[in-house]
C-alpha cells in the first residue's frame, strides 16, 4: 500500500546512507536485502562490530560470511544478523531468516525499523525527559523544545504536524537562523517549505535527504518515515540549550582544558593506528601470519572499543560546551570539532575493515600453501619407498643374469618405475603452485622433488 510505497522509500535511503561507509549499495530494499551481505554490512557500519561468524574450531580463526549464491547460503547469512541483533537485545517479533531471504515487504520494512529504532533512536536524550518515556516520546519532547516560541507552530505527533514543512524549517532555524528566513516560511506552500528545509539540512548539515515533499504534503503522512528523519536531525544538532545546562563559568575552562586533552591524544592514536592498519607487508610463513591475526584481533575486541569510549565522551563534553562556542568565549583550533574527529576515526575505520579483508584472504593463502608443504613433504617419501624398491627389484635382477639365471622381474621394475614418475610429475605440480605462491619452502622443496627426479633417471638408465 502507500505507507509501505514511502515507508520502503525512506528506509532504502537510511540504509544507503550508512551502507555507503561499507562501500555497498542497495536499489531494491526487499531484494538487495535477501542473501544477508548487505544487512551484515548495514549491522558492522551501525555497530563498528565485525559481526560473529562460525569459527575454525582448530586455529580459531573467523571465517567470512557464507559466499555463495544458494538459498541455504542467504539463510546462513540472515540468520548471523539476526543473532547479532538478539545479541543485542533487540526484540524480533515474528522476523524469521526466510522472511527476510524470500523477499516478505512486510517483515523487511520491519526488521530495518527495528534497526533503526535500536541504532538511531534509542539513544535520544533531552533534558525534562521522565524514566518512563519511550525513545518516540523523548523525540517529540526535543521537537517541541526546538519548536517552542515559534508563533502558531504546534508539534503534537509525527503526522499531519510535519505536512506543512513548518516544523522542519523551525527546527532548522533554532539551531542555525541564519540558514533559514522563517518569514518565507509563514507565507510559502507545504511543498516550497518542504523542498526548503530538506535542501537546507542535506546542503548545510549533512542531514541525507531521506524524505520527497510530496509524500509529506498527504492528509496522513507515514509516522515511521518521519520519525526516522527527525532523528537524523537531532543526531546533526547539540541538545535544545538550557540555562541549567550550561556550563559554570568557573569550570569552563577546565572543561575545555579536559576536551583539548582528550581530543589530542585520541587523535594521535587514531592518525598512528590508521597507518598501522594501512601497512601491506604481510609475513611469509603461515605461523608468522596467524601470530599478526591473533594481534589484528586483540586490537578490534580490546583496544578500538576502548578508544570509541573516549570519542564518545570526547562528543559529551563537547556537547556541554557548543554553547560557549557559538557565543564565541571559546575558540576550537582546526582539526578538534567532533566532525574532524569522526573524519579521522571514519578513516580508521576504512582501514580496518580493508585491513581485515587481506589479513583472513592472506591467512586463508598461506594455510593452503602450508597443506601443499604438508602433502609435499609426505608424498617425496612415498615416491622414494617407491624408487627403493624398484632400485632394489633391478639390483635382484642384476644379480640373477650375472649368476646366469634368465630375467624375470623386468616387468615389475618397469611399473615400478613408471608409477614413481608419474607421482614426480605430480610433485613438481604442487612445487610449482609453492614458487607462484612465493612461499619460502618453495625452492627447498623443488630440489627435493628434483633429486628423486635424477634418482629415478639413474635406476632406469640403469636398468635400459
Not at 544507503?16 to 538487495?32: G, P, T
Not at 525513545?135 to 507552530?153: I, N
Not at 573516549?310 to 554553547?323: C, P
Not at 644379480?399 to 616387468?411: E, T
Request: proline content about 4%; charged content about 30%; aromatic content about 6%.
Amino acid at each position: 500500500d502507500e505507507r509501505d510505497r514511502v515507508q520502503k522509500k525512506t528506509f532504502t535511503k537510511w540504509v544507503n546512507k550508512h551502507l555507503i561507509k561499507a562501500q555497498r549499495h542497495v536499489n531494491d530494499l526487499y531484494e538487495d536485502l535477501r542473501d544477508g551481505h548487505n544487512l551484515i554490512s548495514l549491522l558492522e557500519v551501525l555497530s563498528g562490530d565485525t559481526l560473529p561468524r562460525e569459527r575454525d574450531l582448530i586455529r580459531k580463526l573467523r571465517l567470512p560470511r557464507e559466499k555463495g549464491r544458494m538459498r541455504f547460503h542467504k539463510l546462513q547469512n540472515v540468520q548471523i544478523a539476526l543473532d547479532y541483533l538478539r545479541h543485542r537485545q533487540v526484540k524480533l517479533v515474528n522476523i524469521r531468516n526466510d522472511d527476510i531471504a524470500d523477499g516478505n515487504p512486510k517483515l523487511t520494512l520491519g526488521l530495518i525499523w527495528t534497526i533503526i529504532l535500536h541504532f538511531q533512536i534509542s539513544d535520544i536524550q533531552v533534558t525534562g525527559q521522565s524514566e518512563d518515556m519511550t525513545a518516540k516520546e523523548k523525540l517529540l519532547l526535543w521537537s517541541q523544545r526546538m519548536v517552542e516560541d515559534y508563533q502558531g507552530l504546534r508539534c503534537d505527533n509525527f503526522t499531519t504536524s510535519w505536512r506543512d514543512g513548518r516544523l522542519f524549517n523551525a527546527i532548522i532555524h533554532r539551531h542555525k537562523p541564519m540558514l533559514v528566513d522563517m518569514s518565507r516560511v509563514y507565507r510559502q506552500s507545504n511543498l516550497q517549505n518542504l523542498e526548503q528545509a530538506f535542501a537546507v539540512a542535506e546542503r548545510d548539515l549533512g542531514v541525507t535527504r531521506l524524505l520527497d515533499p510530496e509524500d509529506v504534503d498527504v492528509p496522513q503522512p507515514d509516522e515511521k518515515s518521519i520519525i526516522t528523519y527527525v532523528s537524523s536531525l537531532y543526531d546533526a544538532m547539540p541538545r535544545v540549550p538550557e540555562a541549567q545546562d550550561g556550563v559554570k563559568a568557573n569550570e569552563l575552562q577546565l572543561r575545555w582544558q579536559e576536551y583539548y586533552e582528550v581530543v589530542t591524544l585520541l587523535l594521535q592514536w587514531l592518525r598512528q593506528h590508521t597507518l598501522l592498519c594501512e601497512e601491506r607487508r604481510f609475513p611469509a610463513t603461515y605461523e608468522e601470519i596467524e601470530i599478526l591475526w591473533r594481534q589484528f584481533l586483540k586490537f578490534k575486541e580490546t583496544e578500538l572499543p576502548a578508544k570509541e569510549a573516549d570519542k564518545s565522551r570526547s562528543k559529551g563534553i563537547f556537547q556541554a560546551l557548543e554553547g560557549a562556542v557559538q557565543a564565541g568565549q571559546l575558540k576550537v583550533p582546526p582539526g578538534y570539532h567532533p566532525l574532524d574527529v569522526e573524519q579521522e576515526w571514519g578513516r580508521l575505520h576504512g582501514a580496518v575493515l580493508e585491513r581485515e579483508g587481506l589479513l583472513r584472504a592472506e591467512c586463508q593463502r598461506l594455510e593452503r600453501l602450508q597443506r601443499v608443504v604438508t602433502k609435499l613433504q609426505m608424498e617425496s617419501g612415498l615416491c622414494e619407498e617407491q624408487l627403493n624398491q624398484a632400485d632394489a627389484l633391478l639390483q635382484a635382477e642384476l644379480r640373477a643374469l650375472g649368476a646366469g639365471k634368465p630375467a624375470q622381474r623386468g616387468p615389475e621394475v618397469e611399473r615400478d618405475l613408471d608409477k614413481a614418475d608419474a607421482m614426480i610429475r605430480l610433485l613438481f605440480n604442487d612445487v610449482q603452485s609453492l614458487k607462484d605462491g612465493r612461499h619460502p619452502q618453495g625452492e627447498q622443496m623443488y630440489r627435493r622433488v628434483y633429486r628423486l627426479h635424477e634418482r629415478l633417471v639413474a635406476i632406469r638408465t640403469e636398468f635400459n
